[in-house]
């Protein structure tokens, strides 16, 4: 796969909700493209609180019992930083989503 940016990482994340006070991660997909080689971060993630029904219809094949076998955001959390590094990211919605990384990823304590 070529890709015009190269040295970047493309990020998708599943939400359980719109407002990061009150819902938590669900899923992280990242696919970081470094010169020209690609390499791929998936991974479900076990929520704390109940899922609300209206998110498994709207996410394909998502199931309560895969979330939960799914690892916590703790247990990932590292890994996916050493994944990212210092790449620029890119991601539909950024914005919203920057509330959501910067929660659960950036500013939680180990």
Do not use: W
């Not at 040295?7 to 009150?22: A, E, F, K, P, R």
């Not at 991974?43 to 895969?66: A, H, M, W």
């Amino acid at each position: 796969m070529k890709s015009i940016l190269n040295d970047v990482v493309y990020l998708n994340i599943v939400t359980s909700g719109l407002n990061s006070n009150t819902s938590e991660i669900i899923e992280i997909a990242a696919i970081k493209v470094i010169n020209n080689e690609v390499f791929k971060f998936n991974t479900l993630i076990r929520p704390y609180e109940e899922v609300p029904v209206s998110v498994f219809g709207t996410c394909k094949n998502l199931k309560q019992n895969d979330l939960d076998k799914a690892p916590t955001i703790y247990q990932i959390r590292n890994k996916f930083i050493d994944f990212i590094k210092d790449y620029p990211i890119i991601c539909h919605d950024l914005k919203s989503k920057k509330c959501f990384l910067d929660k659960y990823i950036l500013k939680i304590k180990d």
